[in-house]
């Protein structure tokens, strides 16, 4: 049986927005790696700091939280999209992306959505589909003129 850090998921706060910006681009560097060239990575791996502070600061987002390091972070907008979740690649496979959507969907349960959706990436869309969101459509996007697949998907709640 595998054991699972403490996960303590918590409202993000100001003071958490490097620790946020080194989980997101730790994980699009080393885990969806995997799934992507280094031309998307980079392209992809690009933060504006004060937009993230603004960001994070108008939308409701957590952190997991596991030995005093941000292990993962999700954020939710009003209308029930799942912009971003990312788990630090020392925590991937460990519990922490499903202790994050887990809160949020107590959140939107709480708000009364009906629906969640996220455009979720290559890396990410197993994971959504195993926690029950269904894929609507697959379309190709572009990021800084690298072209990247994009699924999306939706959960009933």
């Known amino acids: 049986m595998r054991e699972f850090p403490l996960i303590e998921v918590r409202p993000y706060q100001a003071s958490d927005l490097d620790g946020v910006i080194d989980v997101f681009l730790r994980a699009v560097r080393e885990i969806a790696s995997d799934d992507y060239n280094s031309k998307q990575i980079e392209s992809w791996a690009q933060v504006d700091r004060e937009e993230w502070a603004i960001a994070r600061m108008n939308r409701p987002t957590w952190v997991a939280m596991s030995d005093d390091k941000i292990a ?44 969640l959706h996220t455009y979720a990436s290559i890396t990410a869309h197993s994971f ?26 939706e959960k009933m709640l």
């Open 72 to 115: 993962g972070f999700i954020d939710l907008h009003t209308n029930g999209l799942i912009d971003m979740l990312f788990v630090n690649p020392d925590f991937a496979r460990k519990g922490v992306a499903t202790s994050l959507l887990a809160r949020v969907e107590a959140e939107a349960g709480e708000a009364r959505l009906r629906v």
């Open 128 to 153: 959504f589909e195993k926690c029950g969101f269904t894929t609507l459509l697959t379309r190709n996007v572009s990021v800084r003129d690298q072209k990247f697949i994009q699924c999306v998907m």
